[in-house]
């Protein structure tokens, strides 16, 4: 029997990210699979990066590293486009977007965020029919594996759901969880690689760490300064925060036209 550990979005906060490791270290896992969101948001995606790049056996896409490489150019990607540089950027843009395998007979699809694509959002609040979609195949999955266990990131929440067998978890944020403002990542149990049913767990973990030490990270990287006033928000408050500033952003924007 073997651990795994399921580690998601970390964007870029070292802190949290180093807590994590400590505990998957402490606990003797050896095999780390990352659903990906290594960068933007916080001051260090270049560590993030290469550390993930270095211990996990696979990193999946997220939609900030799409963004970061093919999403156009906004003003807030600059300071981390700069940031991360070529290399690191040809790294991202070719992260695998799927990942499947079997484990005590289950057989796991993992993703960033959903069946169709990097940036399609599920909530855990959306209706069973949007969960039950997910295990299907489509373009973006590819291939006829028939998965009855999904794991994804990109809410940033941690839930698990057993829909008649078919079950969905999310591993939650390493770095700006909006659940609670603690790291979370999962480990699940059982017999990796094999067909045969078997012992199955899955864990969710949840570790406090430094959150002032990461906003003085922040704060000492000098962000651009939107960036920097959420990321301390939603560290602190765990409050998902983008949508109502970016507002707020736009209306003091018009009114100085
Ligand atoms: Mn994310």
Not at 133 to 148: H, I, K, L, S, V
Not at 158 to 175: H, I, R
Not at 179 to 199: H, S
Request: glycine residues 8%.
């Amino acid at each position: 029997m073997e651990k795994i550990a399921i580690i998601s979005d970390i964007h870029g906060n070292l802190p949290a990210l180093e807590t994590v490791l400590k505990d998957i270290k402490k606990r003797n896992i050896k095999r780390i699979f990352c659903l990906g969101d290594l960068v933007g948001k916080g001051p260090d995606s270049v560590k993030a990066t290469d550390i993930c790049r270095e211990i996990c056996e696979v990193v999946l896409l997220g939609n900030w590293d799409y963004f970061m490489t093919d999403g156009g150019d906004f003003p807030m990607f600059r300071w981390y486009r700069q940031q991360i540089g070529k290399e690191r950027l040809d790294y991202l843009r070719n992260l695998t977007p799927v990942f499947n395998f079997y484990i005590s007979g289950r057989k796991v699809r993992l993703y960033h965020a959903s069946h169709i694509g990097v940036a399609h959002r599920v909530q855990m609040y959306d209706p069973e029919d949007k969960h039950l979609a997910m295990f299907t195949n489509t373009e973006f999955t590819g291939d006829d594996f028939q998965p009855d266990t999904i794991g994804y990131g990109d809410i940033h929440r941690t839930y698990l759901k057993n829909m008649k067998g078919k079950v969905l978890f999310n591993a939650g944020s390493v770095g700006n969880p909006l659940d609670e403002p603690t790291a979370a990542y999962v480990i699940i149990e059982g017999n990796y690689g094999e067909n045969k049913p078997g012992y199955f767990s899955i864990q969710t973990i949840r570790l406090p760490y430094d959150i002032e030490l990461a906003i003085k990270q922040a704060r000492d990287a000098a962000m651009p300064r939107i960036e920097l006033k959420l990321y301390e928000e939603e560290l602190r408050t765990s409050l998902y925060r983008r949508d109502e500033l970016m507002k707020a952003w736009e209306r003091k924007k018009k009114k100085q036209k």
